[in-house]
């Protein structure tokens, strides 16, 4: 093959199918395919003026290697004598690269081929050699530009057909539905999803969608959603503002589905055009329908339930300490058990300043932990106690906290009432069980000098003073026993309210009088000094004579029990306004300030420190109590403390009676003795029948009625036996042995302890305390029989 000299300014030699670098290479490639070895610079130089970058090929094969895309904007084929290549070439290249224009060059003069056959193959334009370099600038231009315009077209129809695509996949994603309205003519076009939402048949394939009108759209929709749509979009078309309907549509007869149109009507000339798009809305609505109901649910929960419920958000000071809270939401039950109204936006401590820090630092530490917390506490500021139940609200980091709380103030004044009343019964069962052993104490003492006297009397033969006596002290006992069983009837009559009171118009100082009486054995016996002092003009009273006999002197057996030997009473009574005052008042023991209104308690006894007092059974008071208000009257304690005496002042309502004097008190007996024994007690009656008894069995017996008494005595008398008593008022029969056992001149001096409580312990205490023996009360004649054999028999006991 022969290679023309193409051109004659070429200079220089350039490495084949090198790419040749050009200046300005910014509007694409030119691929220039040529076999000779030194290719003409003209192309060259021609398409880096034009900004082309050029690609050399020597062959075609090599061609087809640079053909990647971007592709080339021109190709320039050279002849190189062989036309069937040169065919062959520029038809490969526009068939796989159909939109690249070709540009044959190099083809000589007088041609051995057809120019014709060329252009059939594919080539756009001819160049002969030697290659023009204006022919060839001009000709590549126009193919150039040509190139250039039809990429731009290009590339702008596919940026097109790609948005269009994606608005598609967009359109097709979200379910939306796309539609143009023709208000004139009243018919819709809509896309073919627009069909499928209403339920109307697809137009053909591929075909434009017909237009339809606007009624068969509406037909689909829910009757009662039908007049609102067509008024709402009447007002758009109208207004030209933004069209917004909600409605429901059911297509071929399926189930309901929301629908949400959007709109907007626009004037295209003299047409009136509505562009919108509709969405399947059903699942938004579903969800949000399952929101509001359960937020209706929520609500409805947190209104109706009946405990106080709250949110609140907990604040905090610079470190970090929980400090207050806010209320964000509470309850109809809120208030009510709060007594907090408004509280919402509100915080605690604004509302309540003193509120207990523990609320606080218990809720910080349940919204800082997450864990929640079920407690029992009282709010003071609120005056109420409350069972809480709190727990966190939302993830970890969160400050709101919800409360569910129950106002248990009335529980828990219930529960401390009910713990006071076991309290209260627990004490009184206390009582009673103390006043039980009281009774049998009680029952017990004038039983003894009962039965002393019935053995004295077996004995007494012919001794008729003896057996007098002896009558006087068992009918004295039995008249105390008798007194007794009827203040205990009393007390369970007045107790279940059986008491009938026989009222009459009586005189004041006949009831004082007949009192007086009752009292005065008790009295004198004691040595007290009784002053009695009346009103100038007579009291009259409308009551129960007998009843108020017994409250007086119930009162002045008090007196005279509760005051040491040789005391002072008085009875006074005088008018005070329309009431008759009666007060009993002595120099006795006295009551302490903290037992005066428990006197009046039944089975009360109060407690006079270490001083021994002879209590009784503790229902004297709690009768006279009763007694007295049964009058419409009322009775309170007085005293200045202990030892120094207490006054108890009766209250009557008044009448008119006459006065009388309070009438003198009679004395008491003494016995005599032959042996040397000393009977010590201070219950008289009970000495003197034992003394009585024991002179009987041929001794010599003296009497002490206290301690002291029996401690003077013994000096001078000499005894070789005491019976002592334990209880005894003053001076216990415990120190009076003690005081003979430390005594060494009183070694010989045996002594009997007299005592109601016979346990093994009672009998070590005798024994510590210096006791030879040890006798319970009332002792049998035996029992006392047996003692003195066992003392003879023990020590030489000298004989009178
Ligand atoms: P009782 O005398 O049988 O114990 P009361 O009901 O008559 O019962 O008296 C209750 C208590 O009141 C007595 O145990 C005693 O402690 C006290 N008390 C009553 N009267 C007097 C008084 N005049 N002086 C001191 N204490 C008294």
Redesign the pocket.
């Known amino acids: 093959m022969r290679h023309a000299p193409s051109n004659t300014r070429n200079r220089r030699g350039v490495p084949d199918t090198a790419r040749v670098r050009m200046t300005r290479p910014q509007h694409g490639r030119v691929l220039f395919l040529c076999d000779r070895p030194v290719s003409d610079p003209a192309v060259g130089e021609v398409a880096a003026e034009l900004g082309y970058e050029l690609v050399r090929a020597r062959s075609l094969a090599e061609a087809i290697g640079h053909a990647r895309p971007p592709g080339f904007a021109l190709i320039l084929a050279g002849y190189s004598g062989d036309a069937e290549a040169l065919f062959e070439s520029v038809r490969r290249l526009r068939g796989l690269l159909p939109s690249t224009p070709v540009i044959v060059h190099g083809i000589p003069k007088e041609a051995p081929f057809s120019l014709e056959a060329i252009y059939e193959a594919g080539a756009l334009a001819v160049l002969h050699d030697p290659v023009s370099r204006p022919i060839l600038k001009a000709k590549a231009t126009f193919f150039l530009e040509a190139y250039a315009n039809a990429g731009a077209r290009h590339r702008a129809q596919a940026a097109l057909e790609d948005t269009r695509a994606r608005l598609e996949s967009i359109i097709g994603l979200a379910e939306v539905a796309a539609w143009t309205l023709d208000v004139d003519r009243g018919t819709v076009r809509g896309d073919a999803r627009m069909l499928a939402l209403y339920g109307l048949p697809p137009g053909d394939a591929g075909s434009v969608p017909a237009d339809i009108p606007v009624d068969a759209f509406f037909a689909a929709l829910h009757p009662d959603d039908v007049p609102p749509t067509r008024t709402l979009l009447a007002q758009a078309i109208e207004s030209g503002e933004p069209y917004h309907a909600t409605f429901r549509v059911r297509a071929d007869g399926g189930a309901w589905r929301w629908m949400l149109a959007r709109g907007r009507c626009e004037r295209s000339g003299a047409q009136r055009l509505m562009r919108g798009v509709v969405v399947d809305a059903t699942v938004q609505k579903q969800a949000e329908e399952r929101l509001r109901a359960s937020e209706e649910r929520y609500r409805t929960l947190f209104d109706a339930i009946d405990s106080g419920i709250c949110v609140i958000e907990m604040l905090y000071d610079d470190a970090g300490r929980p400090v207050d809270y806010r209320f964000l939401e509470v309850n109809h039950a809120f208030v009510r058990d709060t007594g907090l109204p408004d509280a919402v936006g509100r915080t605690m401590r604004s509302m309540r300043p003193e509120h207990e820090q523990h609320w606080f630092d218990t809720y910080g530490r349940v919204a800082e932990t997450g864990e929640a917390a079920h407690f029992v506490n009282e709010a003071a500021q609120l005056n109420r106690w409350y069972d809480v139940y709190a727990a966190r609200v939302g993830p970890a980091g969160s400050r709101k906290v919800v409360v569910l709380f129950t106002d248990i103030t009335a529980r828990r004044r219930a529960d401390l009432e009910l713990r006071r009343l076991n309290d209260d019964l627990a004490e009184q069962d206390r009582r009673k069980t103390e006043f039980l052993a009281t009774l049998a104490h009680e029952l017990r003492n004038p039983l003894a000098p009962i039965r002393n006297g019935l053995q004295l009397l077996r004995r007494a033969g012919h001794d008729a003073a003896a057996a007098t006596r002896v009558q006087d002290i068992m009918e004295r006992q039995l008249d105390h026993l008798v007194h007794l069983v009827d203040d205990l009837l009393d007390v369970a009559r007045i107790t279940r309210g059986q008491v009938e009171l026989k009222p009459a118009w009586i005189a004041l100082a006949d009831v004082l009088s007949a009192a007086v009486e009752t009292s005065t054995p008790l009295i004198e016996a004691n040595r007290h000094r009784l002053d009695v002092r009346l009103p100038a003009a007579p009291l009259t009273l409308y009551g129960d004579g007998t009843r108020l006999t017994q409250v007086v002197s119930?009162?002045l057996n008090?007196?005279a029990?509760?005051?040491p030997r040789g005391g002072a009473i008085v009875l006074a009574a005088e008018r005070d306004g329309d009431e008759a005052l009666v007060a009993v008042s002595?120099n006795?023991?006295?009551?302490p300030a903290d037992a005066l209104e428990d006197?009046?308690t039944m089975f009360?006894?109060?407690s006079?420190g270490s001083q021994a007092?002879p209590?009784?059974?503790?229902?004297?008071?709690?009768l006279?109590k009763s007694l007295v208000e049964l009058h419409g009257g009322s009775i309170v304690a007085a005293?200045a403390g202990p030892n120094l005496?207490?006054v108890?002042t009766v209250r009557l309502p008044l009448g008119e009676a006459a006065p009388r004097p309070a009438p003198d008190a009679a004395a008491a007996a003494r016995p005599p003795g032959s042996l040397r024994v000393l009977v010590v007690d201070d219950n008289r009656d009970a000495a003197e029948t034992l003394a009585a008894l024991l002179a009987m069995m041929g001794h010599e017996a003296a009497v002490a009625n206290d301690g002291h008494a029996a401690l003077r005595m013994l000096a001078g008398l000499q005894p070789q036996i005491v019976f002592l008593d334990i209880g005894m008022p003053g001076m216990s029969g415990y120190e009076v042995a003690q005081a003979v056992r430390a005594n060494p001149g009183w070694n010989g001096v045996r002594l009997v302890a007299l005592t109601g409580w016979g346990g093994s312990a009672d009998r070590a205490r005798t024994a510590a305390a210096g006791f030879d023996e040890h006798l319970t009360k009332p002792a049998t004649l035996a029992a006392i029989e047996a003692v003195l054999a066992r003392i003879a028999a023990s020590s030489p006991v000298e004989r009178q």
């Open positions: 119930n009162l008090n007196a029990k509760y005051t002595d006795g023991i006295g009551i006197v009046f009360t006894h109060v006079h007092v209590g009784g059974l503790g229902i004297g008071l709690s006279v005293s005496g207490s108890f």
